[in-house]
């Protein structure tokens, strides 16, 4: 819809990754790097929204912010960087910014802060403060997994679904917390009603106290409209507090008052507001060693400690890990448009024997790159690495039809990879894996297993064949 336009201040490969969900969702996107491409893309476009970085080569958006006040009617600005801190985003909102926020961006944030009144959410009647339309129940919900430790956090979650009880989801990284919190919201009677996430270590403490409790209109300078909190938004759903032991001890004390009294008092305001929220937690800490170092209060502890769901590592789950990778395997094979690719019994046994210090997101990830590098397959291990001393490109057996001269890189998932060669997909994994983190070169060998030096040869050998790479 072409009045559903925002505009995008930020290099390329930070905000591309949410261009698809933007155009399925019908809004519409402007990008620019300069004050001047962006005031014209305002002028013509006239977009409800700007999401701008705070500086780049050539541009500071507090000279937009300057535009802004000498303009009547100019988009609310939204800042958002990679790593914020607390006096930056003071700076910005003096100068007239809506609000700051940190990566990543997401459509489901972005869609909290477009205008309410938008072809796709009605505006509502004053006396009835809940969205017009309730997000429709899933007819499917899904987690993978067989052992007797997950089917116990199953049995458990769906025992206590329907209940208001808080439930306090604790697990290393990587092992699902928060799609247990949403198989919780999904078989509860709320499911019907938003749920609302939001992740406890990604704001400095009083932007997160806005973002959970709503401020005023002129509560703050850059406050210049009221602006409901998470509590409001998720209002008979379910509130997710993501890493909630990051959260500032003034800050729990508050939520301490509103688990309590289902009440909650907007920064700035003057009138308590009733909210009906299920309240969910995860943690990858101990939360009692917390509560005992005096990071965590007690009571705040007890009241979220309720039900508590432990999940296990994935190295614990035993024959879990192939079920979830022949999972994986189809969920990439159908994305990539290969057939569906088969397992040797070493690769089986590889992956039983890894310990799996990033658990099933690692999983995850190192089966996609398996995808990818196997070709016409079978997966085996050697495709699970890729770092220099352990891959080899020369040592496969190429399908007939990759003899032919290499296509171009795929521009998109469904272009046939399986008459690519191997050297081409390992290119189009490792320029995926750069577009996924932003261009961090760090993140990306991370992601890949390989390391920053391997990573940099690679790209520079792109470069010699003509590759444009920042």
């Given at each position: 819809?072409?009045?559903?336009?925002?505009?995008?201040?930020?290099?390329?490969?930070?905000?591309?990754g949410v261009f698809p969900t933007l155009?399925?969702?019908?809004?519409?996107?402007?990008?620019?790097?300069?004050?001047?491409?962006?005031?014209?893309?305002?002028?013509?476009?006239?977009?409800?929204?700007?999401?701008?970085?705070?500086?780049?080569?050539?541009?500071?958006?507090?000279?937009?912010?300057?535009?802004?006040?000498?303009?009547?009617?100019?988009?609310?600005?939204?800042?958002?960087?990679?790593?914020?801190?607390?006096?930056?985003?003071?700076?910005?909102?003096?100068?007239?910014?809506?609000?700051?926020?940190?990566?990543?961006?997401?459509?489901?944030?972005?869609?909290?802060?477009?205008?309410?009144?938008?072809?796709?959410?009605?505006?509502?009647?004053?006396?009835?403060?809940?969205?017009?339309?309730?997000?429709?129940?899933?007819?499917?919900?899904?987690?993978?997994?067989?052992?007797?430790?997950?089917?116990?956090?199953?049995?458990?979650?769906?025992?206590?679904?329907?209940?208001?009880?808080?439930?306090?989801?604790?697990?290393?990284?990587?092992?699902?917390?928060?799609?247990?919190?949403?198989?919780?919201?999904?078989?509860?009677?709320?499911?019907?009603?938003?749920?609302?996430?939001?992740?406890?270590a990604a704001l400095p403490e009083h932007?997160?106290?806005?973002?959970?409790?709503?401020?005023?209109?002129?509560?703050?300078?850059?406050?210049?409209?009221?602006?409901?909190?998470?509590?409001?938004?998720?209002?008979?759903?379910?509130?997710?507090?993501?890493?909630?032991?990051?959260?500032?001890?003034?800050?729990?004390?508050?939520?301490?008052?509103?688990?309590?009294?289902?009440?909650?008092?907007?920064?700035?305001?003057?009138?308590?507001?009733?909210?009906?929220?299920?309240?969910?937690?995860?943690?990858?800490?101990?939360?009692?060693?917390?509560?005992?170092?005096?990071?965590?209060?007690?009571?705040?502890?007890?009241?979220?400690?309720?039900?508590?769901?432990?999940?296990?590592?994935?190295?614990?789950?035993?024959?879990?890990?192939?079920?979830?990778?022949?999972?994986?395997?189809?969920?990439?094979?159908?994305?990539?448009?290969?057939?569906?690719?088969?397992?040797?019994?070493?690769?089986?046994?590889?992956?039983?024997?890894?310990?799996?210090?990033?658990?099933?997101?690692?999983?995850?990830?190192?089966?996609?790159?398996?995808?990818?590098?196997?070709?016409?397959?079978?997966?085996?291990?050697?495709?699970?690495?890729?770092?220099?001393?352990?891959?080899?490109?020369?040592?496969?057996?190429?399908?007939?039809?990759?003899?032919?001269?290499?296509?171009?890189?795929?521009?998109?998932?469904?272009?046939?990879?399986?008459?690519?060669?191997?050297?081409?997909?390992?290119?189009?994994?490792?320029?995926?894996?750069?577009?996924?983190?932003?261009?961090?070169?760090?993140?990306?060998?991370?992601?890949?297993?390989?390391?920053?030096?391997?990573?940099?040869?690679?790209?520079?050998?792109?470069?010699?064949?003509?590759?444009?790479?920042?």
């Amino acid at each position: 819809m072409s009045d559903r336009t925002i505009l995008f201040i930020a290099e390329p490969q930070a905000v591309s990754g949410v261009f698809p969900t933007l155009k399925e969702a019908g809004v519409q996107a402007g990008l620019a790097d300069t004050l001047a491409g962006a005031l014209n893309f305002i002028k013509k476009a006239s977009p409800l929204l700007i999401f701008t970085r705070p500086s780049m080569q050539g541009y500071s958006a507090a000279d937009l912010l300057a535009e802004a006040s000498e303009q009547e009617g100019f988009p609310p600005v939204i800042i958002f960087t990679k790593n914020g801190s607390t006096e930056e985003a003071q700076r910005f909102l003096d100068l007239g910014a809506r609000d700051y926020w940190l990566e990543p961006l997401i459509w489901d944030k972005i869609r909290l802060a477009l205008p309410r009144e938008t072809p796709e959410t009605p505006a509502v009647e004053p006396e009835d403060p809940r969205p017009a339309q309730r997000t429709p129940i899933p007819t499917r919900f899904q987690v993978i997994g067989k052992h007797p430790a997950v089917l116990r956090v199953l049995a458990l979650a769906r025992q206590v679904a329907r209940s208001k009880a808080t439930v306090l989801i604790s697990g290393e990284s990587g092992t699902g917390k928060e799609m247990i919190a949403r198989f919780l919201h999904h078989h509860s009677e709320r499911a019907a009603h938003p749920f609302v996430a939001i992740n406890c270590a990604a704001l400095p403490e009083h932007l997160l106290e806005s973002e959970l409790f709503g401020h005023e209109k002129g509560a703050f300078t850059g406050a210049i409209n009221r602006k409901p909190g998470r509590f409001e938004l998720a209002d008979g759903g379910t509130l997710l507090l993501d890493e909630i032991t990051e959260m500032d001890l003034g800050l729990q004390a508050k939520l301490l008052r509103v688990l309590q009294e289902g009440e909650i008092d907007r920064v700035g305001g003057v009138e308590t507001v009733r909210v009906d929220v299920r309240v969910l937690a995860t943690t990858n800490r101990n939360l009692e060693e917390a509560v005992r170092e005096k990071t965590f209060r007690q009571d705040l502890f007890y009241r979220l400690n309720v039900i508590p769901i432990k999940l296990p590592r994935l190295a614990e789950r035993g024959d879990d890990v192939l079920v979830l990778a022949d999972f994986f395997r189809d969920k990439y094979c159908t994305a990539y448009g290969l057939s569906r690719l088969a397992f040797t019994e070493d690769a089986k046994q590889w992956l039983l024997d890894y310990e799996w210090p990033g658990n099933v997101r690692e999983l995850q990830n190192l089966v996609e790159r398996a995808v990818l590098l196997a070709g016409s397959g079978p997966i085996q291990p050697r495709h699970f690495l890729m770092d220099s001393e352990s891959w080899s490109p020369e040592a496969e057996e190429l399908p007939a039809a990759a003899a032919d001269p290499a296509p171009a890189r795929p521009q998109t998932p469904g272009e046939a990879l399986s008459v690519m060669p191997l050297h081409e997909m390992e290119k189009a994994l490792i320029l995926k894996s750069l577009d996924e983190t932003r261009g961090n070169r760090t993140q990306a060998a991370e992601l890949l297993g390989i390391s920053v030096r391997t990573l940099r040869n690679k790209l520079n050998e792109y470069r010699q064949q003509g590759l444009e790479i920042d």
